[in-house]
């Protein structure tokens, strides 16, 4: 087996695999392939509800939300939080913490005015802002609880006035949250909580249909949850995937348990590289994300061979982003410490290979 670091589509519990292949050729003992089976089945419509219901009880959401399940990944929410949030002539207010902040901010843009109310750009994204005012006059205050890319993480969540929209793909499920503090999370599955192809959507039912525009079926929430995410055919093997690791999760003690064990993954991590005399971390000591690990070679001849030591180990997808180099080691729920002990291993063994 390999030590799968990869940072999206990341690791799934391998169980989960084998019971999502065994329902490909048969779900359920319907006879029929999970694949091949109507999504309006009274079977697809129970894998569908348990899933929102997992959703609920794994992240304690609370009344007054609607859970969905849609298609376009996180980069298609960019778009559908400000077509749905911002009215005609607004403002919004954005964190800006790295490209996917900024890709969503963009997207904003067609739908009204933008505030960044802080950005890291100038240090390429190695800290996250502290020192800013969330102007009360926006419709929205839109934050990146992880910035998969640099390896930062919002430790706590700001304060805000107005509502809070946040982007949470590479962490969601890897800590507790209160739900109560945001108007809006998205998160494409593919890091922490399924495989590609859907994306989960809590919003706060009573801040849809204010913006004064007409949207299309597909891009309007309110379209969406009288739909129960079936207004159109939904992706019924993303979701089914997305419901076992959910169950998964839920076995193995829920969010909290899971945040003990990412927590102590991080730490003996960071850990070796603030020891190891080759490594060195990349972002701010205080916003060090626990999900995605970035770090480099002081000597950057050095970076082949380490990669080559780890493919010998069978540690797979350490490279990091192009925009940051070095190494990205993503430790998201479904690795087992084990994995990352094997990594610390190698470093150890490449430190005293290149003394
Ligand atoms: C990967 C990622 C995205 C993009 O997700 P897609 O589902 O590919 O659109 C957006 N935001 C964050 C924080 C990510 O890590």
Excluded at 333 to 340: E, G, K, R
Aim: proline share 5%; aromatic share 10%; with cysteine.
């Amino acid at each position: 087996m390999k030590h799968n670091f990869g940072a999206g589509p990341g690791i799934l519990p391998h169980e989960v695999l084998k019971q999502a292949a065994a329902a490909v050729i048969d779900f359920n003992g319907t006879g029929l392939s999970l694949l091949e089976i109507s999504h309006r089945s009274s079977e697809f419509e129970a894998v569908l509800d348990e899933a929102v219901k997992l959703v609920k009880e794994l992240f304690s959401v609370p009344e007054g939300y609607s859970v969905l399940f849609l298609q376009g990944g996180a980069s298609t929410q960019f778009a559908l939080a400000p077509y749905n949030l911002l009215p005609e002539g607004g403002k919004a207010a954005y964190l800006e913490t790295g490209v996917w902040a900024n890709k969503a901010l963009k997207e904003a843009k067609f739908f009204g005015e933008v505030e960044i109310v802080a950005t890291s750009k100038e240090s390429n994204f190695t800290y996250i802002p502290k020192d800013y005012t969330v102007p009360a006059d926006a419709a929205y205050f839109h934050i990146t609880s992880n910035n998969t890319i640099y390896g930062t993480q919002l430790q706590e969540f700001p304060k805000s006035p107005i509502p809070v929209v946040c982007d949470m793909s590479s962490d969601i499920f890897s800590r507790t949250v209160n739900v109560a503090d945001f108007g809006l999370i998205y998160a494409g599955a593919q890091k922490n909580m399924g495989p590609a192809g859907v994306t989960l959507v809590i919003v706060k039912d009573d801040l849809l249909g204010k913006t004064g525009r007409k949207i299309p079926a597909m891009f309007n929430y309110q379209v969406q949850i009288e739909g129960g995410s079936m207004y159109n055919t939904p992706p019924c093997f993303a979701i089914y995937v997305s419901m076992l690791t959910l169950k998964w999760l839920k076995a193995k003690g829920g969010v909290p348990a899971i945040e003990a064990e990412n927590n102590e993954k991080a730490k003996v991590l960071y850990e070796e590289i603030d020891r190891n005399p080759l490594f060195k971390a990349v972002a701010a000591v205080e916003d060090r994300s626990r999900m995605n690990v970035c770090f480099v070679t002081e000597n950057p001849e050095l970076e082949k061979p380490f990669l080559k030591l780890c493919d010998e180990k069978g540690i797979v997808g350490l490279k990091g982003h192009r925009s940051v180099g070095g190494f990205r080691a993503s430790i998201y729920n479904a690795l087992p410490i084990t994995s990352v002990y094997v990594l610390i291993d190698a470093m150890r063994e490449f430190a005293e290979k290149n003394k």
